[in-house]
């Protein structure tokens, strides 16, 4: 096994499922830890530095949603994909408000699992130097483009991968709007509410008054724009 290889953390309380997903993601080349519950990822987390969780929603004692709301209220912005077994739209749109990256329903083919994991670890690397790539200002905020990072003063700001990659496509082109489509995650289906959905976090991070946007503003019927300076 590569020891530079990514490393994943599954965590799924049902032993058959979390044993299959360990060896299928190992023998796709990954470097594969497990946990069957939210206490036993923590204390894993706390020790190991993962590059992506594989988190099951319905899990006994603190659930999928909850284990990824606590990640994110303590900062943590490693990258998460959802498993669950109930996929309609509101249980989706739970899982992106949480902060995961990404949400696939079960029962699912292990390879779109292995895309998935692929396509966000991607986005999750530096981004390559660009002609528009110069930082975007807005109020007191400094987001570098190419690295992903936003910050307000000294202090960083912190961002999902899905966050920052919306943050970089509506940074790149300031002042012009960018439709939900051209925002929407890979493999998303161009779901527009997943797009609202991270737009309103952005702008609970960024706007004094969310509602009213200054900066991240709608452009109804079309898209986002970000108004930089």
């Known amino acids: 096994m590569d020891p530079n290889a990514p490393h994943i953390l599954v965590i799924d309380d049902d032993e058959r499922i979390r044993t299959l997903l360990s060896r299928f993601l190992a023998g796709q080349g990954f470097r594969v830890t497990s946990a069957e519950h939210a206490e036993d990822a ?20 603190q659930n999928g949603f909850e284990f990824v709301s606590e990640l994110r209220r303590r900062g943590n912005q490693v990258p998460v994909i959802l498993l669950t077994a109930r996929g309609d739209a509101e249980d989706r749109i739970k899982g992106f408000e949480t902060g995961a990256d990404d949400y696939l329903p079960k029962p699912f ?24 790539s110069e930082p975007a200002r807005f ?5 570098d483009i190419q690295r992903g990072e936003l910050k307000r003063g000294n202090d960083i700001v912190p961002l999902t991968t899905g966050e920052a990659q919306l943050l970089r496509i509506l940074a790149r082109s300031p ?31 960024i706007e004094a008054d969310p509602r009213n946007p200054r900066y991240l503003q709608t452009v109804w019927g079309e898209g986002y724009v970000l108004w930089a300076e």
């Open 42 to 61: 923590a204390a894993k987390i706390a020790a190991i530095s993962f590059d992506l969780l594989v988190v099951d929603v319905m899990m006994p004692g």
């Open 109 to 132: 083919e292990p390879r779109e699992l292995t895309l998935r994991v692929q396509a966000i670890l991607k986005r999750a690397e530096r981004a390559p130097p660009a002609a528009n």
């Open 139 to 143: 109020g007191e905020f400094v987001f």
């Open 175 to 205: 002042g012009t709007t960018v439709s939900r489509a051209a925002l929407a995650e890979p493999g998303s289906g161009g779901e527009s509410r997943a797009v609202d959905v991270q737009i309103t976090r952005l702008r609970r991070k």
